[in-house]
Nanobody, 123 residues
Framework: QVQLVESGGGVVQAGDSLRLSCAVSGLPFDVYAMGWFRQAPGKEREFVAVISWDVGSTEYKDSVKGRFTISRDNAVNMVYLQMNSLKPEDTGVYYC????????????????WGQGTRVTVSS
């Protein structure tokens, strides 16, 4: 059974930092790219960041470049999203996802999803 479990969300003020974590089990973690997505209230789920299986490549949503950093530890099946200089528009439920070997940036490209962790950034 594949499980992705996110943690680390919370309520912060603009300019603060948060580190999200995602624990993965039930799939060969070190052959899949891992992605982070988010969904704001009333909006569609959107791509945030993705990292290749070998940690060699990453891609980011333009609005988070320079503020967010995705990383992974294949030894412990974990993926992280370090979020700095948070803005109110970063508010939403953050999901980690997997299911493809390549750097996919679309929701449809992922098979496995976590339950999400909520991030609220106040101004």
């Amino acid at each position: 059974q594949v499980q992705l479990v996110e943690s680390g969300g919370g309520v912060v003020q603009a300019g603060d930092s948060l580190r999200l974590s995602c624990a993965v089990s039930g799939l060969p973690f070190d052959v899949y790219a891992m992605g982070w997505f988010r969904q704001a209230p009333g909006k569609e789920r959107e791509f945030v960041a993705v990292i290749s299986w070998d940690v060699g490549s990453t891609e980011y949503k333009d609005s988070v470049k320079g503020r967010f950093t995705i990383s992974r530890d294949n030894a412990v099946n974990m993926v992280y999203l370090q979020m700095n200089s948070l803005k109110p528009e970063d508010t939403g439920v953050y999901y980690c996802a997997s299911g493809d070997r390549f750097l996919v940036t679309t929701v449809e490209g992922y098979v496995y999803w976590g339950q999400g962790t909520r991030v609220t950034v106040s101004s």
